[in-house]
């Protein structure tokens, strides 16, 4: 007689991730939230970009047919660059390029900060670095692409990063009088030469 009884079969072990691969699973794991955010705002971007007229809102004399959508009627924003938007579109690029900064480009090319190369924790309040880190962040996610081929992180490196770093670090670049020493953090937005906003009389 054959035995009916149940057979149990033993559980699956845990997964177990060695001590000594936690940080490099953390990196990558940061890293990946990073570009899931980007592509995020990428395709915000896209889905807010205008669609193009067709040939057919053309006069034959080239001038727009009665009814066609000019320039300041388009929906969206103009510009992909940063310190052409304005509002939440500001503050959602603004934030996605926050996650870039701090968890793909300071870990890997933030170097030691020094008189000669200071940085500033609040690079965010300094207008020109994040019009340079914005910059920097468009060329990255255009030539990490497949398309941009086997060359494009190195034309990124060559081109893009190292002449961003040497603007944004120099000794009087954006972050002059800021943080000379992390263990005594400074920040300060130096003044510039454009005119003072004054508010309308009314």
């Not at 490196?157 to 009087?172: M, N």
Request: aromatic letters at 6%.
């Amino acid at each position: 007689m054959s035995d009916t009884s149940p057979t149990t079969t033993p559980a699956p072990e845990p997964f177990r991730v060695p001590d000594e691969n936690l940080d490099d699973l953390a990196s990558t794991l940061a890293k990946t939230m990073a570009e899931v955010r980007q592509h995020g705002v990428i395709l915000d971007r896209l889905g807010s970009e205008p669609v193009p007229l067709p040939a057919t809102d053309q006069q034959a004399d080239g001038a727009p047919a009665a009814g066609a959508a000019g320039p300041e009627q388009a929906n969206g924003p103009a510009s992909v660059f940063i310190v052409a938007l304005g509002g939440e579109t500001y503050a959602t690029e603004l934030a996605a390029l926050s996650d870039w900064v701090n968890y793909l480009f300071l870990p890997i090319y933030g170097r030691e900060i020094t008189t000669s190369r200071p940085w500033c924790a609040q690079w965010h309040e300094h207008p020109e670095a994040v019009a340079r880190l914005h910059a920097l962040w468009l060329a990255w996610q255009q030539f990490t692409d497949t398309e941009a081929g086997l060359s494009g992180p190195s034309t990124w490196h060559r081109d893009h990063l190292d002449q961003t770093l040497a603007h944004l670090r120099a000794p009087d670049g954006p972050f002059a009088a800021c943080t000379t020493n992390p263990n005594r953090p400074n920040h300060r937005v130096l003044s510039t030469p454009a005119p003072e906003q004054t508010a309308p009389t009314a």
